[in-house]
């Protein structure tokens, strides 16, 4: 099986798990506890709200046999005609919706994705490079200490320090280099301007600090593991006796085979902007679909719930075919000898 056949491969599995995650929606929305047409017009109290739950039912398609329904539902889900939402914004399509939150959510997903990358890969690679040192053991610590702690903790906890930074550190955090607050939704209206840019992206770092502490854990402890692998294997070995340098023998070969073990750690970051940045975009008064969807949940916003979860199974099915998409580019030997 080539690279690309195997890539195919990997594709089409992948259309099985979108389906299931839409019936789980279909399921959620049908005989989940929630009655939506209860939700939308109240409880049936009166002859004439007994006949407006009874047309919204069948608005609704609740008086349609299951299959007929489910058939109906498959439909408009993959139309993307998700409905609208019932309570966070009453008639406001729920594609508009997710349409205006989504920015802000990879707005911070990108910097909770680019910061473990270019600090705990770079201090990994270091740390395998210089193995039993004390800078090594600091390394380390400090990689542990990050994937401990819980993200929760964590913000609420820098939410404080920055706060109170001007007594703690001698400089407040909210007027430094460029005034923003501490919480809340930062403007992306205006990141053309270098001024736009820069405040858009001091506001989001704390929580992309927060958001992406766990995967900067992991990526340091991975890529010191595959370093010292990548070292002690015959071919490092073999090119060192040939007298190749120690720079050339770190960017061709150490380099390149340690991407390879951190390609699901880093795309598997997509499962940490699904279930950590409802916690860290709360906390910090984000109000990205981390937000959205709490808001929506708790509410009883049910289309809204409904029209989340399935863009969160197709968030998921997406990073895993880039992650296949990515081996297949660094790894040669991907798709050969059954793999």
Do not use: C
């Not at 205006?100 to 270019?118: C, D, K």
């Amino acid at each position: 099986m080539s690279r690309w056949e195997y890539f195919l491969r990997r594709l089409l599995l992948s259309i099985p798990v979108v389906f299931f995650g839409a019936t789980a929606t279909f399921v959620i929305f049908r005989f989940g506890p929630i009655d939506p047409a209860a939700a939308i017009v109240g409880e049936a109290a009166t002859e004439a709200s007994r006949e407006s739950y009874e047309r919204t039912r069948e608005q609704l398609g609740l008086t349609q046999p299951v299959t007929d329904h489910y058939v109906e539902y498959m439909r408009d889900l993959f139309l993307l005609n998700l409905g609208e939402s019932w309570v966070i914004s009453p008639g406001t399509s729920t594609v508009d919706l997710i349409t205006t939150y989504a920015p802000r959510t990879l707005w911070l997903g990108f910097w909770a994705v680019l910061i473990p990358i270019f600090v705990g890969i770079p201090l990994g690679i270091y740390a395998g490079l210089n193995a039993n040192t004390r800078i090594d053991y600091a390394i380390s610590m400090f990689g542990i200490v990050w994937r401990a702690m819980p993200n929760f903790w964590l913000a609420v906890i820098l939410l404080v320090v920055l706060s109170q930074s001007g007594q703690l550190f001698g400089f407040s955090w909210p007027d430094f280099l460029v005034d923003t607050p501490v919480t809340g939704t930062p403007d992306l209206s205006a990141l053309g301007s270098p001024s736009g840019f820069a405040a858009a992206t001091k506001q989001i770092l704390p929580a992309a600090v927060v958001l992406g502490s766990a995967s900067m854990g992991s990526e340091l402890r991975i890529a010191r593991t595959a370093v010292l692998e990548t070292i002690n294997s015959g071919y490092v070995e073999l090119a060192k006796a040939n007298g190749v340098s120690q720079r050339s023998l770190v960017w061709k070969h150490v380099l390149r085979n340690t991407l390879v073990p951190l390609v699901p750690t880093i795309t598997n970051e997509a499962f940490l902007l699904i279930g950590g940045s409802i916690i860290v975009e709360v906390v910090f008064g984000i109000h990205g679909i981390g937000y959205l969807f709490f808001q929506a949940a708790i509410n009883g916003d049910l289309p809204l719930v409904t029209a989340l979860v399935f863009v969160f199974v197709l968030v998921v099915v997406a990073m895993n075919l880039l992650q296949d998409l990515l081996y297949v580019l660094i790894d040669p030997r991907v798709g050969y000898d059954g793999r």
